[in-house]
């Protein structure tokens, strides 16, 4: 069956994201349900970042050609699934379990890079509307942490894993769809080489300091991915509120993505980097205090600005890159923002925790202060459609 690019790539976004919102707010818990501890929770977590940031990295650097990105989105979803289906099999062993958990880290995380890699190259291609094709996938990370939120509070804790098995085996078979307009390679006119390595393109200084500071903005989340749940179920909120919470987050994410084009047509990057960097020290200091449902609540609406613009002007970003270097940027982007940074501030929070909530949100603040040092100032990247 085929179907347009624009619905196979909404499709693959909503087996994706879908999963993802199980995952990232409900994993930690599974882990805590296996009677695992708070500090090896963020170690555990910490470590799974470095092995997103081995596998974004390694499996975009196998993108050669553009009719190279579906087969691999295919491939690396049916192995998600295997190995999620595995870890319930080893949890009473923690050194096959941290073994399984890495090796899904590395797979699954290539997703994300190479999925935005194939939206670059329809945008460019057939002028698809990005923001509102990823809407999609934050439309499906509230069905997963809402609806199947409720669903773990009523199944138990000890039963996410199999949740997560049922979503990415889903997820896997949505993608044998075919589009119908395939992507394609440009044709280059000059010598241009064809490919080019990840240390060429950070020779290049604008690159290298977009690729920091956009790092330093999202990993400044790493505590809210890894703690939030625990953090607020600890202080009383129940877990369908803490569902309700992580939805709302999204849900202005979702609006953000889908007003994008309008809002930030005439806002060069940076400036959009900027509002980015401002608003998550603020979320993460009032995070740092806040203490009911109500107060969380409008932190939450943060997320429009905090991630959701950040990744925007990011993708604009590479967007108008060339093509030959598209893949491997979103692999740079989603191993340094979704990988090392965030790795290494999960370890550290994993640390500070125990002693204080409070202590370890607000060393998120700073690590999103450290981001204003290396913004460049003047970095216009307006999109340019392509003929």
Known sequence: MQVRPFYWLALSFLGYYCAYGVFLPFFPAWLKSQQYGEEMIGLVIGSAYIFRFIGGLFFSSLI?????????????????ALIMATMSLVADNFWLLFFAIGLFAMVNSAGMPIG?????????????????????????????VVVFGGMIDWVGEQNIVWILTALLLFYTLIQLLKPSIPPKDETLIDSTPTQIGF??????????????????????????????????????ISVAQTSL?????????ILLFFFSRRLFQNWAV??????????????WAGLAYADTFWQILPLQLAHSLTYAACHYA??????????????????????LSNGALIALFSAI????YPISPT?????????????????????????????
């Open 64 to 80: 050669k050609k553009a009719d190279h990105i579906i087969n691999s989105l295919r491939l690396l979803a049916l192995c998600s």
């Open 314 to 335: 990011i993708v604009r970003y590479i967007t108008t890159q060339p093509q030959n270097h598209i893949a491997k940027l979103q692999g740079l982007y989603n191993g």
């Open 245 to 253: 919470l992580w939805g709302i987050g999204v849900l202005a994410e």
């Open 349 to 352: 929070s994993g640390l500070i």
């Open 116 to 144: 935005d890699s194939l939206a670059s190259t329809w945008q460019r291609q057939i002028g698809l509307d990005y923001g509102k094709v990823r809407l999609i996938g934050s439309a499906a990370f509230i069905l997963g």
């Open 270 to 283: 940076s400036q959009i980097f900027f509002l980015s960097a401002i608003v998550s020290i603020l979320r």
């Open 199 to 236: 240390l060429t393109l950070l020779k290049n200084s604008t690159t290298l300091r977009v690729m920091i500071g956009v790092g330093l903005i999202q990993s400044s989340h790493a505590a809210y991915y890894v703690y939030s749940t625990i953090y607020w179920t600890s202080i009383g």
């Open 359 to 387: 202590m370890t949100f607000l060393l998120m603040s700073v690590i999103a202060a450290l981001s204003l040092l290396v913004i460049p100032r003047k970095l216009e990247a307006f999109l340019v459609k392509q003929n």
